[in-house]
């Protein structure tokens, strides 16, 4: 079958390859893949910026499809069912993380798309456990979105909760900062976008998206715009989407004291400087959200059947398999919203 791999460390070293196609055994099913999304994660592997633990990979791992065979041991899921899966292949399933499912946590995972083959292909396996039989409300385009979706579910919904009456602050209009933003209107929250200048298309699309107010922070002042709208007293809660350090030092001053700052987005950098001052005076409740949990898979694809995501408007450019290099330089050209491979 046809297949996009990372064949070694390094910038690129990636191609279009013929590899055998997998069978389904034991818990395992097959799934014919439809869409996947191109992630932030799988630019930075595209560009030699991860140590990926196992080389060579086939990518990607935000997908849909359809089940084509079941092992053995599969009780549930059946041949023809639409389906989106979790990114989690295996765990150590003894570690108190994944006792309390938190597979995210779980030292010993490994990931479709990282450790085992994931889904720019044109047929990916999955486990059972990690598959989720779609509701027909939800095309298996839209469905390509709900990893990411999840993510922002588990910043917004598990790792903090988010009430009608707060007022949000995100930083970051990329695919999740977007994404966030809806996960965070949905539950009837007040929401502020900020940007910057070159981000005004899609701060613009947020805003046709119902999300309150935009801020290019290049041109205006986001501490005004915030203290006007929250009667001085800073935002209830911060999520952080775009792994900015600048971005994250002007949020810390803009929280109200007993806030919450939620850090969604990854720092090219382990360490950096922060304005710790803030934390400590405003009394902040400084957060870390790492990827998503099965918990949040349900929450994301209830938003999606609910129609609370405006998936038309996120989806911007689709490619076929074959041109799957066509889809990273539109990503890495940064004027498409969310780009999909069709498999």
């Known amino acids: ?140 385009m839209a469905a390509s979105l709900t990893e990411p979706l999840a993510c922002c579910v588990h910043a ?41 200048t070159k981000d005004m298309p899609r701060l613009e699309l947020a805003q046709s998206m119902g999300i309150d107010v935009i801020v290019d922070s290049l041109k205006e002042n986001l501490e005004e715009v915030v203290l006007k709208h929250t009667n001085g007293y800073g935002v209830d809660k911060v999520f952080e989407c775009s792994g900015a350090v600048p971005a994250l030092n002007q949020g810390l001053p803009l929280v109200k004291k007993k806030g919450t700052f939620v850090q969604v987005g990854l720092f090219a950098e382990k360490l950096n400087q922060q304005n710790q001052d803030s934390i400590i005076q405003r009394e902040i409740t400084y957060i870390g959200s790492r990827s998503q949990k099965p918990s949040s898979w349900l929450l994301a694809l209830d938003l999606l059947k609910e129609n609370k995501i405006a998936v038309d408007k996120m989806v911007t450019k689709v490619v076929p398999l074959e041109d799957w290099r066509e889809g990273f330089d539109a990503v890495m050209a940064g004027n498409e919203i969310k780009v999909l491979v069709e498999s």
């Open 156 to 196: 917004a919904l598990e790792k903090t909760t988010v009430n009608q009456n707060d007022k949000v602050l995100i930083f970051g209009p990329g695919p999740i900062g977007l994404l966030l933003a809806q996960v965070v209107k949905a539950q009837g929250a007040f929401v502020i976008l900020s940007g910057i």
């Open 1 to 140: 079958m046809k297949a996009v791999m990372k064949n070694e460390v390094g910038y690129d070293n990636m191609s279009l390859v013929d590899i055998p196609e997998p069978a389904a055994k034991d818990d395992k099913v097959k799934i014919k893949v439809a869409y996947t999304g191109i992630c932030g994660s799988d630019i930075h592997t595209f560009k030699g910026e991860y140590a990926n633990p196992t080389l060579p990979v086939v990518l990607g791992h935000e997908f849909s499809g359809v089940v084509v065979e079941v092992g053995t041991d599969v009780k549930n899921v059946k041949v023809g069912d639409r389906v989106t899966s979790q990114t989690t292949f295996t765990t150590c399933g003894e570690c108190e993380y994944c006792l309390e499912k938190d597979y995210n946590l779980c030292s010993n995972r490994k990931g479709l798309g990282t450790q085992i083959n994931g889904s720019f292909a044109e047929y990916v396996i999955s486990r059972e456990e990690s598959v989720h039989v779609l509701p027909e409300e939800i095309s298996l």
